[in-house]
């Protein structure tokens, strides 16, 4: 199955300013299959190196970091001779080495002629917790479940092409929508971890994704326990179950109080960064002034937390698959946060900006704003054909964007300031955005 990242990385093995790579991602969402398929695809060679699963690996990078050494070593355990530019080098649970991983930097400096891509899991908080880390030595890329495009091109790849050449901003026909709709609500029960969407593929069974789901879910609680601070373990549980409950409330607001009985952000705060840096959860502040930079007005009191992946969150939640496949409203149970947080994801995989929402008071509520070119556009999240909004008419009254974004299952229509997207093409926005443009002009 493809995986749009790996246009990126041919770029970062033919650009002239290449560094080491760190690969960064969730546990299981195909960090390592990506490396090796690269590797395969675009190498002569590939020298694989698991520092979980070959622990005596440490031994090389223990005492001087003699790179020349430590690459002739290399060699030998990979049993011939590693060539440059020729052989791609992984290096993968990295964080299992931060000795390996700070060895980057000299890499970098003193052998740029060699190709190194590494990952791992918890790479963020392995990060953040090492000192002397060789910033500006090294490239980052991120790699994200399956976003919607990537599972509709490994499943009706006819339709994905389709989809991803969209000339203009007119309705789509009936017959594309009802497949694009039967596929989205699909995504949104399965969601986008690869081995979830390969057992998907080969039996259609949701009774079968539900138990990797579950497996899933449990191999990042015992990373609670395995990785974390032990003082932050109980408190990684606590907010990490209290994620439906939070978003299930009426406005999504994150609430201390609600993960336990008295807590405050001081009590939380370390345990919340930590789900944050291993890229478990995504955390959406509120601005009361929507102006640029967005950041420069963050109310820091407010967020909103969302998971990494929808159908994991729907696990989690307990809203059954048969109820987003059969039900016209398809988030009935859930509020519409199920629709947030699918949006949030797509929006991550194809916009480098930060997204906040604002609200004013106890008026008005805009789900997302996001910053394009020079403007700050508002987005609406709607999960059915019901589209009415209040706090979007009062934002646009107020501020007075140059377009508004909404994103429904009505089929794709402009009209007066307002770009209505369907839910299935959120990540053809950008190329939506620049058709809008093109129009204007």
């Known amino acids: ?72 070593d290399l060699s030998a355990v990979h049993g011939e001779k590693i060539t440059p530019g020729k052989t791609l080098i992984i290096f993968d649970e990295i964080q299992e080495c931060p000795v390996a991983l700070n060895s980057l930097k000299y890499f970098c400096e003193q052998t740029p002629e060699y190709h190194i891509a590494a990952a791992g899991s918890l790479l963020g908080i392995t990060i953040s917790g090492q000192h002397g880390f060789p910033v500006g030595k ?19 790849k006819e339709l994905a092409e389709y989809v991803n050449n969209i000339s203009s901003l007119s309705p789509l026909p009936d017959a594309i929508t009802e497949r694009l709709e039967r ?39 015992l990373d609670f326990a395995k990785h974390a601070p032990k003082h932050d373990v109980p408190k990684l549980f606590l907010l990490w179950n209290s994620i439906p409950v939070q978003l299930a409330r009426e406005n999504g607001k994150f609430i201390y109080g609600e993960v336990k009985s008295g807590a405050r952000a001081r009590d939380l705060e370390d345990a919340l960064r930590w789900l944050q840096e291993a890229g478990l959860v995504y955390k959406v502040n509120r ?29 989690m939640a307990k809203v059954q ?3 987003i496949i059969t039900e016209p409203d398809i988030f009935g149970e859930f509020k519409g946060r199920l629709a947030e ?31 394009h070119q020079q403007d700050l556009l ?25 377009c508004a974004l909404r994103f429904s299952l009505l089929n794709l229509h402009y009209e007066k300031g307002l770009l209505n997207i369907p839910l299935y093409l959120v990540h053809q926005m950008p190329a939506l955005l620049k058709l809008l443009a093109a129009d204007s002009k």
Request: with cysteine; aromatic share 14%.
């Open 341 to 371: 947080n699918f949006v949030l994801q797509e929006l991550r995989c194809s916009q480098e900006s930060d997204l906040y929402y604002w609200a004013s008071g106890n008026i008005a509520e805009v789900d997302f704003i996001m910053q």
């Open 321 to 323: 698959a048969a109820s």
């Open 183 to 221: 596929h989205f609500r699909d995504y949104l029960a399965i969601g986008g971890m690869p081995e979830v969407i390969d057992s998907w593929k080969s039996t259609n069974d949701y009774n079968e994704t539900e138990i990797i789901q579950q497996e899933i879910l449990q191999s990042y609680e």
């Open 378 to 402: 508002p987005i609406e999240v709607k999960s059915g054909c019901n589209v009415k909004s209040k706090s979007l008419q009062t934002y646009r009254a107020k501020y007075q964007p140059p």
């Open 1 to 72: 199955m493809k995986r749009l990242l790996m246009k990126q990385l041919l770029k970062w093995k033919m650009s002239p300013r290449r560094k080491p790579l760190i690969l960064r991602g969730v546990r299981q969402c195909g960090k390592t299959w990506l490396l090796k398929e690269f590797g395969k695809l675009h190498y002569d060679k590939t020298a694989y190196f698991n520092f979980e699963s070959q622990p005596r690996l440490k031994n090389m990078f223990a005492g001087e970091l003699d790179i020349v050494r430590i690459l002739t």
């Open 287 to 315: 601005i009361e002034k929507p102006s640029i930079p967005p950041a420069a007005y963050v109310d820091a009191k407010f967020f909103k937390l969302y998971l990494f992946d929808t159908g994991l969150l729907r696990k």
């Open 138 to 156: 090294v490239n980052f890329l991120d790699l994200y479940p399956f976003s919607f495009n990537e599972f509709l091109n490994a499943l009706d």
